[in-house]
């Protein structure tokens, strides 16, 4: 079973918006990341968020995370044409030595 | 730098026979893991290596196994192939193990199975 839930399965918004994703994971972790996934090929690490850490910035990228709710959510800011992809996040479970990976969010930026 | 390269990118193979696919790391990184990708159950963890030790493993039957040489290239093999077995298997390299940091993949290997 998943650890990690994304929220929505899709996401279709214009170019220039503001695209929101969210995750939910049932146990404990040391730390989540989101990672970025082109029509079937590999995944591109985007952000890595501590477990003691309650907000990250990469460029257009605004990470939070709520261990209380144990959710944390990717903000991508002013969209590209070019953001058109899968997100997933993925979460190390305390004690584990593993990445675990949600299901996924598809997000299309429309031009 | 060059990244994680991961052969045959394409292959086919039929119900019953085995398949080998292989992995190379970036350079100096010492931990390779292996996901396998299908529609219905997204990212699934295979196993992970570390300076030739399996280090991790996911809940895949015996026909799924892997090694680790010495110079941190990866295989893994599938024997006994099954229809449910076609997917896209990534494999992912990081300095340090995975659960410690980001991990860099591969474009993948696409198993067809007729």
């Known amino acids: 079973s998943q650890q990690g839930e994304e929220d929505p399965q899709a996401l279709s918004i214009q170019e220039g918006e503001n695209a929101t994703m969210n995750c939910s994971y049932k146990?404990?972790?040391?730390?989540l990341q989101w990672y970025r996934q082109n029509s079937g090929r590999g995944l591109v690490h985007l952000i890595l968020?501590?477990?003691?850490?309650r907000e990250k910035h990469s460029g257009r990228l605004r990470v939070t995370l709520d261990t209380s709710k144990k959710s944390s959510s990717l903000l991508i800011t002013a969209s590209r044409a070019a953001d058109t992809a899968s997100y997933f996040c993925?979460?190390?479970?305390?004690?584990?030595?593993?990445?675990?990976f949600g299901q996924g969010t598809r997000l299309t930026i429309n031009p | 730098k060059a990244g994680v390269t991961q052969t045959p990118r394409y292959l086919i193979k039929t119900r019953g026979q085995q398949v080998t696919l292989s992995c190379s790391p970036i350079?100096?990184?010492?931990?390779v893991s292996w996901y396998q990708q299908t529609p219905g159950q997204g990212l699934q963890f295979l196993f992970e290596y570390f300076s030739e030790t399996q280090r991790n493993k996911g809940n895949f039957p015996g026909r799924f196994s892997g090694r680790q040489f010495s110079n941190s290239r990866s295989e893994m093999n599938v024997s006994t192939l099954e229809l449910g077995d076609s997917a896209l298997y990534l494999c992912?390299?990081?300095?340090?193990?995975?659960?410690?940091?980001?991990?860099?993949f591969g474009e993948g290997s696409r198993l067809t199975v007729l």
């Open positions: 993925a979460t190390v479970i305390q004690g584990a030595q593993k990445l675990v």
């Open positions: 968020i501590r477990s003691n850490e």
């Open positions: 350079s100096g990184h010492r931990s």
């Open positions: 146990t404990s972790i040391n730390n």
């Open positions: 992912a390299s990081s300095l340090i193990g995975s659960g410690a940091g980001e991990l860099f």
